[in-house]
Nanobody, 125 residues
Framework: QVQLVESGGGLVQAGGSLRLSCAAS????????MGWFRQAPGKEREFVAV????????YYAASVKGRFTISREGARNTVYLQMNSLKPEDTAVYSC??????????????????WGQGTQVTVSS
């Protein structure tokens, strides 16, 4: 069992930045593909970003590419999502996800073994 705990959400003005963190409880953190999803009120959950085991591969949703950066720190069992140039449409609950399958695209398609509880991000105009 892996526990994922997100932090770093909050209220920010449009154009601002936030950094989300997701701390994993597993000692095998480096064997999980990690990612972020988000869900806005009244909408389906959508993929945001994914990072491979090694951190050498990343992939983003078109809506956030160029503004968001995903990274991981093995020593801290933590994955980050740096969000810049935030827009009101980025407002959502952001959830961390972990998948044991080696192919990051599996997580992109929604195959997730573990979810975090989510953290609220609100961007005001």
């Amino acid at each position: 069992q892996v526990q994922l705990v997100e932090s770093g959400g909050g209220l920010v003005q449009a154009g601002g930045s936030l950094r989300l963190s997701c701390a994993a409880s597993s000692r095998t953190f480096n064997k999980y593909v990690m990612g972020w999803f988000r869900q806005a009120p009244g909408k389906e959950r959508e993929f945001v970003a994914v990072i491979s085991w090694s951190g050498g591969y990343t992939y983003y949703a078109a809506s956030v590419k160029g503004r968001f950066t995903i990274s991981r720190e093995g020593a801290r069992n933590t994955v980050y999502l740096q969000m810049n140039s935030l827009k009101p449409e980025d407002t959502a609950v952001y959830s961390c996800a972990a998948n044991r399958q080696i192919d990051p695209q599996a997580l992109v398609r929604g195959t997730v073994d573990y979810w975090g509880q989510g953290t609220q991000v609100t961007v005001s105009s």
